[in-house]
């Protein structure tokens, strides 16, 4: 046996598992070389969650990345000669007409991210799972390219690593658990095991469920948790005996009872001959801290498969069995059965890529069986290329909050999430309801005076509309209407759009706090700026502006979009809250990758932000401010930023609009924000929600969100936001920006549609939420662009001041044309739209002084 390693350019901490495994062959297959793989179990793991995973795959789900990432898994697994594209049914039972109704949803779902998914019948249910009692079920889905990892994730990992070991780039080493990290500098060094220290470049942590603990040994926590998952079996189920096949019907989803059954084909096979029903609780989920999961030698079973005590499935299983009988027949397999641990996100998705601490250490936890291989290759791709073919920001480690990270916090997240892995169907605005009130603007209690409807983003409570304003809907009522569909109305406020109209016809202050800022200060902060940044930082007659730019990637693609606020010693860079985090490392990292001297420091707490807007906006202003005459246009152009005073309290003003209407966003220390908010609120300016500001005016404006409309996918041209000249200091992305810029044409535009009609079947007014595919009117097909991605609705709200629905969407450049008739799918029912602007063109200007319809 070879001595053990003294030092590698790469680490993995849990190669034992399916993630682990599939990180070093992507790795490979980029190029790298001397990786070490060592797990706490053997290899493959006998003790974490891919030794008992139940291997199924299916590709819905409401994001693009969730989609992408099984679509890539399941091919990769079928190239490898292990899975079982038996397919898989989702029903809805007979009287669940909620749960049918997600069903659609997902069908709609799938259409825009490119699955196969289709409804069926009750008979073609009854047809492909014979097992099931047809009158018990109204309808359901079936998915073709569902199935099986065959025999098991565990032997694919294990081929996995013995080709890598074969090829001589990797080195594995089993019970060979990471006792501590070393960190010298804020850079990863090496680790350390019980066999030996292993000096490394870089360090992956795939440790499953361990994987908060490896985070720990750097002082950081991953905002995941390990759960129960009953999984039980029944048998002997004979009906596959001989056939050699590891599953012989489709797997079946029963997500309305929390619960899915699979066969497991024939007897001879891995576990065959019997039925496999699973539960996720959606009670009083067990969760499980890492720290409390038994060693090997301590656990009956394996440390990831702890005891069942039936009473924790008693009720659904025998749900379970009016719908498929046959598990009352069987015999209960009560040996076999156990409760596998699983990893529940208190972030609504995995925690991948570098560590907010420590330079060169990776995380990618919180993955099951189904996305294995696909976040193999993103992790081996955004380790060498700093970038991903795929928007990664939703998984992103950096996007977290300080506070997301607490034990408190993540446990109550967490237990929410456990709640929801199958049921209820969680809404695209479902709020949390643990780890609220984490942030408060200074004007909270005022806001809350006002009948505040507060939803929360990035731990700021930030109300949607006031309570106080319904009374608005006696003038607006005619423009706002009633959300008969429950859905459409769910997390929504209808005085939200009055606030909308009253605003454009007055004024009106929005709470801004949310808004997360940092300051880039040093020597060399311009330069730093001037490369990181699209538009021209420099410069001394940049001074004393606001400077709306992108970030962009290597690939010229999309990654940022703010403001940056040039300052003499100083840039302020201003930032949504949702992106911001990530914003800040990123800049922090770059600026230490090109050895420049900054400093770069959080300063989203100390500041809060007003937004005053609307025609009258001046005028209200005006009645509060030392100096009134400073406000005129002549002495306070477009995008200036300015200091006045308000109540005696110092202020910077920045004019700048989201909303269309003209006005200001203010900003002051956080001590301040009540004195200026009171003062301002005294003129008896209207305060409004942030569902004005994010969504309503936003999109009647054609403005663009970050992380939504924004993304890696694009470049800026296509998003229709490049400056019409292209600045002479270079850049991150600028030549593959000029490539892109010296197109006769992009591959696809950014472009706003309306909904020409939209009463469903029902003859009801629907107003949409979530993601839609965008299709040809005349073939019913989802438009794909040359380069092979697919059209849906990246953004989606009521526009009152239009009366229409408004969406913004990429489309192929075939399709960008102002008039052309496309449809659009909503819960599995199509809808006429029209293209209504190309690249930015707004629907309703206020210079222009009357809507576009």
Not at 34 to 53: E, L, M, N, R, W
Not at 155 to 177: C, F, H, I, Q, R
Not at 414 to 424: D, L, M, V
Not at 537 to 563: P, Q, S
Request: one cysteine or more; proline letters at 5%.
């Amino acid at each position: 046996m070879s001595a053990f390693p003294e030092k590698a350019k790469v680490v993995i901490i849990g190669l034992g598992g399916i993630v682990g495994a599939s990180v070093a062959h992507h790795l490979i297959e980029r190029g790298w070389d001397d990786i070490v793989g060592i797990d706490k179990s053997g290899i493959p793991t006998d003790i974490g969650s891919t030794a008992h995973a139940s291997d199924f795959c299916y590709t819905t789900s409401h994001d693009y990345l969730s989609v992408w990432t099984t679509q890539y898994s399941i091919d990769f697994y079928e190239k490898m000669g292990h899975y079982a594209r038996i397919g898989g049914l989702e029903v809805a039972r007979t009287g669940d007409d909620a749960w049918m109704a997600e069903i659609r949803r997902k069908i709609s779902s799938g259409r825009a991210f490119g699955t196969d998914v289709r409804l069926v019948t009750p008979a073609e249910i009854k047809q492909m799972f014979p097992l099931i009692e047809e009158d018990q079920v109204q309808g359901g889905m079936f998915d073709p390219d569902a199935g099986l990892v065959v025999p098991r994730s565990q032997t694919v990992a294990g081929k996995l690593v013995d080709a890598a070991e074969k090829s001589g780039k990797l080195a594995m080493y089993g019970n060979t658990p990471a006792q501590s990290l070393i960190v010298e500098k804020g850079r990863i060094k090496g680790v350390v095991t019980h066999r030996g220290t292993i000096m490394a470049d870089h360090v992956v942590v795939c440790a499953g469920l361990w994987g908060r603990l490896i985070a720990g040994m750097v002082g950081e926590d991953l905002p995941v948790m390990p759960v129960d998952h009953p999984l039980t079996f029944f048998g002997p189920f004979n009906e596959f005996a001989g056939t050699g096949k590891e599953i012989g019907y489709p797997l079946l989803r029963d997500q309305g009872n929390s619960a899915y059954m699979r066969d497991t084909g024939d007897p001879a096979t891995t576990e065959g001959g019997q039925i496999e029903w699973g539960y996720y609780e959606t009670k009083a989920p067990r969760l499980c801290h890492p720290r409390d999961i038994l060693e090997k030698h301590q656990a009956r079973l394996s440390p990831s498969q702890r005891d069942l005590d039936m009473e924790q499935i008693i009720e659904p299983l025998e749900r379970a069995m009016e719908l498929t009988p046959i598990l009352g027949e069987l015999g209960y397999n009560e040996g076999h059965s156990f409760n596998g641990l699983l990893q529940v996100s208190a972030a609504g998705g995995p925690s991948c890529g570098e560590s907010q601490k420590v330079r060169g250490l990776w995380y990618c936890v919180a993955i099951w069986v189904k996305d294995g291989p696909g976040y193999g290759k993103l992790i081996a791709d955004w380790m060498t290329d700093g970038r991903t073919g795929v928007d990664h920001a939703s998984i992103d480690y950096a996007r977290f909050y300080p506070h997301q990270t607490e034990e408190k916090f993540i446990e109550g997240r967490c237990f929410e999430a456990a709640q929801k892995i199958y049921f209820p169907a969680v809404h695209p605005r479902e709020p949390y309801a643990s780890g609220r009130n984490a942030k408060r603007s200074p004007f909270h209690e005022r806001e809350k005076e006002l009948g505040g409807y507060f939803m929360e983003l990035g731990g700021w409570e930030r109300a949607h509309g006031y309570a106080a304003n319904e009374h608005l809907l006696e003038k607006y009522g005619n423009q706002v209407p009633v959300r008969e569909n429950e859905w459409d109305n769910r997390h929504f406020w209808r005085v939200s759009n009055a606030e909308h109209l009253a605003m454009s016809e007055d004024c009106g202050i929005v709470n801004l706090s949310h808004f997360y800022m940092f300051d880039v200060e040093g020597p060399d902060h311009v330069e730093l700026m001037e490369w990181i940044c699209a538009a021209r930082i420099g410069g001394d007659a940049n001074i004393g502006k606001g400077i709306y730019t992108h970030f962009l990637d290597d690939e010229g693609m999309v990654r940022a979009d703010l403001t940056v606020i040039r300052m003499a010693d100083r840039c302020r860079v201003v930032d949504g809250a949702d992106a911001g985090p990530r914003d800040f490392h990123y800049v922090k990292r770059l600026a230490e990758d090109r050895g420049l001297d900054v400093t770069v420091t959080d300063v989203s707490e100390k500041y809060i932000t007003i937004g005053i807007w609307g025609p009258n906006a001046r005028d209200t202003l005006k009645k509060v401010v030392a100096d009134p005459a400073g406000l005129d246009a002549a002495n306070f152009p477009f995008a200036a930023i300015r200091p006045i005073e308000i109540a005696g309290r110092p202020v910077t003003a920045f004019r700048i609009s989201y909303v269309g209407e003209q006005g200001w966003e203010l900003h002051m220390k956080y001590e301040d924000g009540l004195a200026v908010w009171d003062a301002l609120r005294a003129t008896g300016v209207m305060a409004f929600g942030v569902e004005t500001y994010a969504n309503s005016r936003r999109l009647e404006k054609s403005l663009r969100l970050q992380n939504v409309d924004l993304l890696t996918q694009y470049n800026l041209i296509e998003a229709d936001l490049a400056r019409p000249k292209v600045k002479e200091a270079d850049f991150r992305g600028k030549a593959r920006h000029l490539e892109y810029k010296a197109r006769a044409h992009q591959p696809a535009m950014l472009c706003t549609l309306v909904m020409t009609d939209n009463t469903d079947s029902k003859g009801v007014k629907r107003y949409p939420v979530g993601t839609l595919p965008v299709m040809d009117a005349d073939t019913g097909k989802v438009l794909v662009d040359e380069l092979g991605r697919r059209s849906y609705t990246t953004s989606i709200a009521f526009g009152p001041t239009i009366g229409k629905n408004i969406a913004l969407a990429y489309l192929p450049w075939a399709y960008c044309q102002e008039g052309r008739k496309l449809s659009v799918e909503y819960f599995a029912e199509t809808y006429p739209v029209e293209v209504v602007g190309i690249g930015y063109k707004p629907l309703y200007d206020p210079e222009n002084l009357k809507p576009r319809s």
